[in-house]
Structure formats: C-alpha cells, structure tokens
C-alpha cells in the first residue's frame, strides 16, 4: 500500500471513529428497569409547575410527568426546526400563509389520574399562559407570557384538533412550543396542585415528593409511547454541597449530574478521580451578560455603553472566570452550539470582541468624547447577586473597567432583591446571567430585548431594533430570517444594548451504564427521561 | 452553709450547696416551675425577636418567587402578598402566629403551600438524633481522655491527648466532615447514602450514615470536653479529700472516679449541656456535607426562602431545646451532687 493510501486509510478510520464516538449510543438493544439517580442541585422552587417558574430546578424533575404538543427531538444534541418532533400532536400543518397552526393530537392519551387528554386541555393551557380574557385557569406568576403574544385565538374544534390563530405568520412558534418550558396541564386540575405534585401525560408519575430531600416519580404504565420508558423510576435527589454532590456522582449514588452545574474545572477533577465517567461538553443557552441601565445617565448615552463593552476582554473572560469552559458570542447562541450564533469574522468586528488592546483604546476615547478621563474619572456602582459566579463576573469586569479609568465599586445584592433592582432599574451596571427556554430568536429577542418587556432589564428601547425583530420573526425563508438575526445582534451589540459576555458550556457528567440520555445545547429541553435505559 | 454553684448556664433562681431540710422535694418542684415560668417569658421575648428581625431581612417570599420567574410584576405581587398575609401590619402577623402556636397550629409554609408542622416534624428527629449521637461520642472520647491525661499530667500521653484535642478545636467539624466524605469516596469509592436511610428500613446503613458526621461533630465537642474534664481533674486531684483516699489505700479507680471524677464532673457536665444545646441549631453545614434532611440545613433554605412560618417555628424549637437542656443540667447538679439542693 502506498503511503498516500495508508494516509488516507488512517483519515477515514479517524472520521469514522470521530463519527460514531459523536453519536449517541442507540446500538444496544434497550433493557428495561431500574431507577435513575438523578442529581438536584435545590428543592423545587414551584413543586412541578414549570409554566409558574423560569429556573432549571424545577423544570428538570417536572419534565418526565408532562409532554409538550411537540418536542426536541431528544436523541439529537443541537436543537433547531428539523430537530423538532411530535409529542402529543401527532403532526401538525401551518396553513393560510403561517397563519394558523394546527395540531392532530394522539389518540387514547390518558392523564396520569384516568381522564382522558383532549384538545380541551391544550386550548385551557395555552389560553391561560397568554392570559386570554375567556382563559379557565390563572397562573400565579406568568414569566412567559410575552411567547404567546402574537397567538391571536386557540380554537379546539374537536377532542383530537388544536388550531392556533396568530395575528401574523411566525415560524418560531413552533420551537417556543417544543422548549422544556411548555408542557400541557390538564384542563381537570387546578394549576396551582402542581406546586405540590403533577398530574401530566406523561412517562412517569409523580410517587413521592420528600421536602429538601428528594422527588420520587415511577414508570407510567398507561404512556402512549408502547415499550416506554424504559427506566422504572427516577429518584432525584437534593444535594446542595458541591462536594457532596460530585463524591456522591463518583461513589455511584448518582448517575447523572445536575444540567447546567457542570463546569470545566469539576469535570477535569471528576474524570481524574473516575475515568470511565462520560462527560460531555454542550451548551447551555445560558449567557453572562452585562446590565447597562439605559434609561439613566451616564448609560443613557450610547458612547459610554459601548466604551464599557469596548472595555471588556470577552476572551480574557471566558479564560480567567470560566477556565475556557464558555464560548463567545453576540446575543445569540454562538455556534456550534446555537444554530443562530453570529459568524467568527462577523463577531470579531464587534465592539469587545477584537483586539483587547485596540478595544481599550477605543473605549479610552469614547469615554474622554463622553466627558469623562483622569481628572474627571466616571464613578459608578456594579450591582449582581450575592452567588460566587456572579460576584467572579463582576469582578472581572470592575477590574476590566479599571484599565480604563473608570472606578467601579461592588454591589452585591441578596437574592430578594435582585429581579425587583433589575426590573426598576435601580442600577447602573450590573452583572446577570439569562437562560433562554428555546434557542430561538423570538425567544430571547422578545423578552430581552424588546421595548416593555418586564425582562428588558436594561431598559433599551430602539423602534428600528423592533422593526427588525418584527420582521425576522415572519421571515418564513429560513436563510433570509439568519441574515436579519445576524444584523439585529450587530445592531445589539453596536448600541451596547445589553452586551454578552460569554455563553455558559456544561459538562455534562454520567456513568456509563446510563443509555440514551443526551443532553442538548440547551438545559430545559432534555428532561423527559423518556428513552433513558440502564444497562447494568 | 450555702455555697454559690458557678460555671452553670440555666438562668432565674440556681441552685445552691444547702443543708438538706426536711423541704428539699417542695423546693426542687418550686424551683422547677420557677424556671419554666421564666422560660415562657424568655420564649415569648425570643418571638417578638425572631418576628421583628425576619421582617428586617431584606425581600420576602413573594421577591424570591418572583426571582425564579425572572421578572417582577407589581400587581401580582401584591395579590400573592395579600394571599399569604404578609401586606397586613406586622403586629397583626404576630398576633395571629402567637393564636396558631396557643392552638397547636404552626401555619402553612408559603414555600410548599403545605401545614409547617407537616414539613419540620420529620426533620426534629433526624437533628435530635445526631445531635445525641455526637453528644455520646463526645463524652465517650472526651470525658476518659480528660481524665487520663489529668493523671498523667505532664507526661507523653498527656501531651499527645492535648494535642489531639487541640487538633478537634481547631478543625471546623463541616471541614472534618468534607474530608470524611472526600477521603472516602477517593480511598473506597464509597459513600453512605445520599438520602435518609431510616433505622427500620436497614439499621447498618443508618447507623454509618449517623454515625460519620457524628463522629466530625463529636470530635471536636469531645476536645472541649477533654480540656474542661482535665483541668476540673487536675484541681480536684489535689484535694484533701482525695489524697486521704489514696492514704486509706483505696484502689486507683475508686479514687479516680468514684471520688475525684463525680466532684469534678459538674463544669464538665455543664459544658455538655451547652454542646448539646448549640448542636441541635448549629448542625448546618454538618447537615448540608453529608447531606442529612434536619433542622439546620432546612432552616438555611427557609430563612432565604423567607418562609417565615418555617423559620418562626424552627427558631423556637431550637429555643425551647436550649431552654430545657439547660434545666436538664440544672437538675442533673442535684443527682450528681447530692449537696446540691433548690432553694426556694
């Protein structure tokens, strides 16, 4: 053989190694049984009831009770349109031009107490997130309101037809539907029971809910899904040490760790101490980003918001305060964890995103254009919660701030506080961490970025931004609509509306006997445990 | 004669070295109800206490609720405070938890919308449990080391006791703790379970899952012990009383603890009560490393939960567990000490 060919013979075994260590593992024949030690990283914040809450805490150990009408496929790592699949709609149609959505739900779906599911419980659901005037339930608190704002009318012709009216056409609807953080209730409970347990469709019930100490669901045996779940129960136990939690993983008394809680650092120590651990790395849709109070001086003024994100090494952030455990990238999960990222040599362009040392310059000007400089330094407070990564954060960004000349003090804020200082705008700067319920720019770019929106804690507000997030949302070609998500987190950034620092990657760790469990690229969607299987 | 007992924690009327009047059980029940009197008092003062300064804290639920949402909406919020009671003036609040405890009812917990009493009853015994645990391992370890290391005084073994137990004052029994676990795991790839195991079920696992972090924690109260035991020995031993023992040939473990360890014991045994005492609220972070679901780790979360009806109700458990442990060593001055004797 010639030593081309073998050059090539290695290459391909290489790809071909790379190609099946990437894929998750489907081969073996699926055994069932067993209960799945789940890690939790706290008490469930609002019990089971996800459409009442915005933190992971409850919407993983609530996911396995609910189905969604459609859902991320959750054998597939990287979650987009063609990722999307059918839960408890069968399929489904967009029709008069992206108009109306219409969902053909699965037949003979029973709730978890007996009744049977029906077109009722979708309308009752859906009507009661966008607080529809005719709506039969209330929620306490409604963070996701905003998703479903351009849902017009939901319409159940019959127990089997869902058809969702929009005011205009908007493909994402279909990817807010799919996220963790939309499960259908039954229409029969009252939404405030999830609190304290779940009455779902979905693969497991709720057994057992041991306050601070664990969640106990067991297999449904009625799920429509025949042959699923494999996994007889999950125990989800609450671990609120870190040491604790990780001893706990390597002893074995866990199997899976926490979404979201892995870091970098932790997973280097973990596969020292127990090589067989698989770990993989995803992304989050978590990302740090800088609160800059728009609506007050000196941030009013748009040169000293973008001589801040100037100043700001976003490369030297992710090294110092993440150990290379982030990626950077704009208002977009970048890729290839997000399908919507800004291109490298399109974020390289951006104010903090080139040369540090040019960005420092640069920030030094508009600060001295915006009358600040040596004799007459800019002052300000940095705001952020009382929590480790968040006080690392701001740090380094005081720190950051400083080879500039501008001094920053610390505020550190308790937790009480925090959401009610963002949302009056009682800050100045302030260092935030959002994850985003679905990598999907209508998802984000509503409820951060748009005028009014109660999570718009920067308080920026620009009519040609909403234009352009109005438009991308009704862009049916999906290349056209990339183009204008594209130049709307140029826009973002340009106008240091609420400047990324870093997007959050998890290192996911798990034992090697647990099948069929893939996290995403996003921590709300792969929680169902739906074809999970342990092979012991 | 009556001579001032000193190094002892109870508060009101204490008891005193007395001659032994044909009274003494009307002057122990007299005494007794004296101090629960006084008790009701201080728990009544310890209620506006804790009431006023949880109010003081920053926030309530409602701001951590909607912290997990992510947004604040003022309306809503105002519509769950009304819901949970909290927009009425505070002295109302009060008044009505006072109504609750008088009528056996401790409130609903805003967290979980279930009954308080619900959700802290199976905590008591777990905390009670290890608190216990820890209090025996510290008398086992520090009472006899206390006592050898008296006798040997200035020899090897005294100084390596004192260094051992100058070792467990000095680690902190949540760092102890943290190493047992760590320590484990990497030389065993065991831990104990992660959720309660409760005796019933299998009593060889709950006993390890006990005993570990009671271990951590007795340790370092037996150091304590060690050093109050040695220094009350070392004074004693040089008593009269307990040099004509030794002239009247008595046996070495007579005289050790028949006659200078009983006299010596009271300071020891009023350190005890203290232990005892600060264990069961000060197990949290003993709690939280071996992951055990008691009082101090679940009063942590209540307390930045606000979940006032929770923290109210577990401050005053710990309040009246302090309360009466210090009676019980009161009490026990007078079975230890026949010449103690209440007065009136």
């Not at chain 1, 890690?39 to 009442?52: T, Y």
């Not at chain 1, 007459?376 to 080879?403: G, H, W």
């Not at chain 1, 340009?494 to 690229?521: F, T």
């Amino acid at each position: 053989m010639s030593p081309s060919r073998v050059v090539a013979a290695v290459s391909l075994a290489v790809v071909l190694a790379v190609i099946v260590a990437g894929t998750p593992a489907i081969s073996q024949t699926p055994k069932s049984g067993g209960v799945l030690n789940a890690m939790q990283r706290e008490d469930l914040p609002q019990g089971f009831s996800i459409h009442e809450t915005a933190t992971i805490s409850s919407v993983f150990p609530a996911a396995p009770c609910f189905n969604n009408l459609v859902m991320y496929d959750p054998m597939k790592r990287v979650e987009s349109l063609d990722t999307v699949i059918g839960e408890l709609a069968e399929k489904w149609s967009w029709q008069d031009n992206y108009r109306n959505l219409v969902f053909f739900l699965r037949k003979g779906v029973k709730w978890h107490d007996g009744q049977p599911f029906s077109s009722k419980d979708v309308k009752y659901t859906f009507d009661m997130i966008r607080e529809a005037k005719d709506a039969q339930g209330k929620l306490r608190l409604n963070p996701r309101k905003d998703w479903y704002a351009n849902v017009d009318t939901i319409e159940a012709p019959d127990p089997h037809t869902v058809i969702f009216h929009l005011k205009r056409p908007q493909p994402s609807l279909l990817l807010m539907l799919a996220s963790g953080y939309s499960p259908v209730y039954p229409a029969h409970v009252a939404a405030a029971e999830m609190r304290t347990r779940c009455v779902g469709t979905g693969p497991f019930k709720f057994k057992e809910w041991k306050r601070g100490e664990y969640v106990d669901l067991v297999k449904n045996p009625d799920y429509f899904v025949k042959g699923r779940p494999y996994l007889d129960g999950i125990r989800y136990v609450v671990i609120v040490e870190r040491g604790t939690k990780y001893a706990a993983l390597q002893a074995g008394r866990l199997d899976i760790t926490f979404p979201g809680e892995g870091t970098k650092t932790i997973a280097d120590q973990v596969k020292a101490a127990v090589p067989q651990i698989k770990i993989e790395t995803v992304g989050q849709t978590v990302v740090d980003n800088l609160l800059v109070n728009n609506t007050k001086p000196p941030f009013n003024n748009v040169k000293a918001r973008l001589a801040v994100s100037l100043a700001i090494d976003r490369r030297a952030y992710v090294k110092a305060v993440h150990q290379g455990g982030a990626a950077v990238g704009a208002s977009m999960q970048p890729k290839p964890y997000g399908v919507w990222g800004l291109m490298e040599k399109d974020l390289n362009a951006l104010p903090g995103y080139g040369k540090a040392a040019d960005d420092k310059a640069k920030a030094r000007k508009l600060f001295a254009e915006a009358g600040y400089g040596p004799q007459n330094p800019l002052k300000i407070e940095m705001a952020t919660r009382n929590i480790p990564i968040y006080v690392d954060f701001a740090s380094f960004v005081i720190n950051e701030l400083k080879q500039v000349g501008v001094e920053a003090t610390l505020k550190q804020v308790d937790t009480a506080q925090w959401h009610p200082l963002a949302t009056r705008k009682e800050y100045q700067l302030g260092a935030n961490l959002t994850g985003i319920g679905a990598d999907d720019p209508d998802a984000n770019f509503y409820e951060n970025f748009a005028c009014g929106s109660p999570r718009n804690y920067t308080g920026y507000c620009d009519e040609q931004v909403m234009k352009m997030i109005d438009q991308q949302s009704q862009e049916i070609d999906a290349k056209k609509r990339q183009q204008m998500v594209w130049d709307i987190q140029k826009k973002l950034e340009e106008d240091g509306a609420r400047p990324s620092m870093s997007w959050r990657l998890d290192y996911v760790m798990q034992w090697p006997y647990v099948r069929n469990y893939v996290p995403h690229n996003n921590i709300y969607n792969y929680g169902r445990m739906q074809e999970v299987w342990l092979d012991k | 004669m009556a001579r001032q007992v000193t190094a002892q924690p109870g508060g009101g009327r204490r008891p005193v070295l007395a001659p032994s009047p044909g009274t003494a059980e009307h002057a122990t029940r007299t005494y007794i109800l004296h101090r629960l009197g006084i008790a009701v008092l201080t728990l009544l003062g310890m209620s506006i206490v804790i009431f006023v300064l949880l109010r003081f804290a920053p926030g309530n639920i409602v701001d951590i609720l909607f912290s997990t949402g992510g947004y604040v909406s003022e309306s809503d919020k105002a519509a769950i405070m009304k819901e949970l009671g909290i927009d009425r003036p505070i002295w109302v609040q009060y008044v009505d938890w006072l109504r609750e405890i008088v009528t056996g009812d401790l409130g609903k917990s805003y967290r979980y919308d279930l009954p308080a009493w619900q959700v802290i009853k199976p905590l008591i015994p777990v905390t009670v449990e290890l608190a216990v645990l820890s209090t025996l391992i510290a008398i086992a370890l520090g009472v006899p080391t206390g006592v050898i290391s008296a006798i040997k005084q200035d020899s090897m073994l005294d100084y390596v006791l004192r260094v051992i137990s100058l070792a467990g004052l000095s680690m902190p029994s949540f760092w102890l703790g943290m190493v047992i676990i760590l320590g484990l795991v990497a030389w065993v790839g065991w831990i104990p379970p992660v959720t309660l195991v409760l005796a019933s079920e299998d009593f060889k696992i709950h006993a390890v899952q006990f005993l570990l972090p009671a271990f951590a924690v007795g340790y370092r109260s037996s150091a304590l012990i060690m050093r109050i035991t040695r220094s009350a020995m070392l004074e004693v031993l040089r008593e009269d009383y307990v040099r004509t023992a030794w002239a009247k040939g008595q046996t070495g473990r007579v005289v050790i603890w028949r006659h200078a360890l009983k006299n010596a014991i009271l300071p020891v045994v009023t350190v005890i009560g203290i232990e005892f005492a600060f264990l069961i609220g000060g197990l949290v972070v003993t709690e939280t490393v071996f992951n055990l679901p008691g009082v101090a780790r679940f009063l942590v979360q209540a307390i930045i939960w606000r979940d006032y009806p929770i923290v109210q109700n577990l401050v005053m458990f710990t309040a009246i567990v302090v309360i009466l442990s210090n009676l019980l060593v009161d009490m026990m001055y007078g079975w230890l000490d026949p010449r103690v004797k209440y007065a009136d």
